[in-house]
């Protein structure tokens, strides 16, 4: 799997949640809005910038990782990006839904939605409020910037993150248009399946950094290390 599909699928799938867990903020931002060309255009325009926002920090971050791979680091920084990956699925599997920690991601998150809710409606403000959506704490997005910092480079970074985007679009989009539908959706507890999704990212990076030379899972990451192995 090429590093760019893998960002569609975290995307697609990612996408799940993020609509559980941003959505119930999306939705009181545009509810009661009849749809028109207008409207339509300024939720394209929103989903835009939040995607946009995505590549930014992938860039930013893919700069820190390319720090790394120049220096020769990228195998210990992929088993390191592991670790933590693993680290996070056990802290969200146990420790989430602890009410001080509850607490700290409400404050967090009000800052952006306030922000959001003063540009929504001014004219072309939907672009802004989306790359304001971009920064909001989501642990897919966490999830998909720990791989982009393990490119090759900042662009591909970059493209990553705009890859993993473009895959949260068709249902972030979807349930933007039809904001009719989703407080059913927000009873089903997809959240549950992220530890599970960050313990086999985790685990797929400490592949990655054990330098095993098996296509795709485990790719020579330091061709002189695997050298002296033999």
């Known amino acids: 799997m090429s590093y760019n599909l893998l960002a569609i699928f975290m995307g697609l799938f990612g996408s799940v949640h993020c609509t559980l867990m941003c959505g119930p903020l999306l939705y009181a931002l ?11 255009l ?5 989903q835009i910038g939040r995607i946009l926002t995505y590549g930014c920090i992938g860039l930013l971050l893919g700069i820190v990782g390319n720090a790394f791979v120049l220096k020769g680091w990228q195998q210990g920084f992929s088993i390191l990006t592991g670790i933590i990956l693993i680290a996070l699925g056990l802290f969200n599997a146990y420790v989430h ?3 001080t920690l509850i607490a700290f991601q409400t404050k967090a ?10 540009w929504m409606y001014k004219p ?4 802004i409020a989306g790359m304001l959506n971009g920064f909001l704490p989501c642990g897919m997005v ?6 982009a910092m393990n490119a ?14 473009l ?23 997809f959240s549950s399946l992220l530890p599970i999704l960050y313990i086999l990212m985790g685990i797929w990076f400490l592949l990655r950094g054990a330098n095993l030379d098996i296509p795709y899972l485990s790719p020579l990451l330091n061709v002189d290390g695997a050298i002296s192995c033999q």
Do not use: C, D, H, W
């Open 167 to 189: 895959g949260t679009l068709p249902l972030m989009l979807l349930f933007s248009i039809l904001s009719s539908f989703p407080k059913k959706l927000f009873k089903i507890k």
């Open 42 to 46: 300024n939720k394209v325009l929103y």
């Open 152 to 165: 090759e480079n900042s662009l591909l970074s970059f493209q990553f993150m705009i890859f993993f985007g």
């Open 109 to 118: 998150v009000q800052p952006f939605a306030k922000a959001m809710g003063r």
């Open 97 to 99: 839904k602890n009410p």
């Open 30 to 40: 545009q509810q009661n809005q009849k749809l028109s060309f207008i409207v339509l």
């Open 124 to 127: 072309n403000g939907s672009f």
């Open 142 to 147: 966490y999830m998909a910037l720990a791989s």
